[in-house]
């Protein structure tokens, strides 16, 4: 196996827990809701917005914050949440500029 290669699986297997966040539907319509509210929401008006309890939306939240597309930031008594997609967004970047390079190579 090519040094490429190597690389390309290395960047498929550092994209796996991100994939893996981004294909729940939940965790979508919190990214798409955190989007359209710069300054960020707190977990009860997220979870009007999408129909959930408060647990669910928590439970969310934390997932997505390990993962590193959402940060909190604690305003008086409340925490509320925001969109900080970039290293995520570079790891898969990373990703798609590996499977590009392979592909040119073997045209």
């Known amino acids: 196996m090519?040094?490429?290669t190597e690389h390309v699986?290395?960047?498929f297997k550092e994209?796996?827990?991100l994939l893996e966040v981004l294909t729940d539907e939940n965790r979508?319509?919190?990214i798409i809701l955190l989007?359209?509210?710069k300054s960020g929401l707190n977990v009860n008006t997220i979870a009007e917005h999408i129909n959930l309890s408060r647990p669910?939306?928590?439970h969310h939240l934390k997932v997505l914050k390990q993962s590193g597309f959402v940060s909190?930031?604690?305003k008086s008594v409340e925490n509320y949440y925001?969109?900080?997609v970039r290293k995520p967004l570079e790891q898969l970047k990373l990703l798609i500029a590996a499977v590009e390079a392979e592909c040119n190579k073997s045209q």
Do not use: F, N, R, Y
């Open 56 to 58: 669910a939306v928590s």
């Open 15 to 17: 994209c796996i827990p």
């Open 72 to 74: 909190s930031e604690k």
């Open 82 to 84: 925001l969109l900080t």
């Open 2 to 4: 090519s040094q490429q």
């Open 28 to 30: 979508q319509a919190i």
């Open 9 to 11: 699986l290395q960047q």
């Open 35 to 37: 989007a359209q509210h």
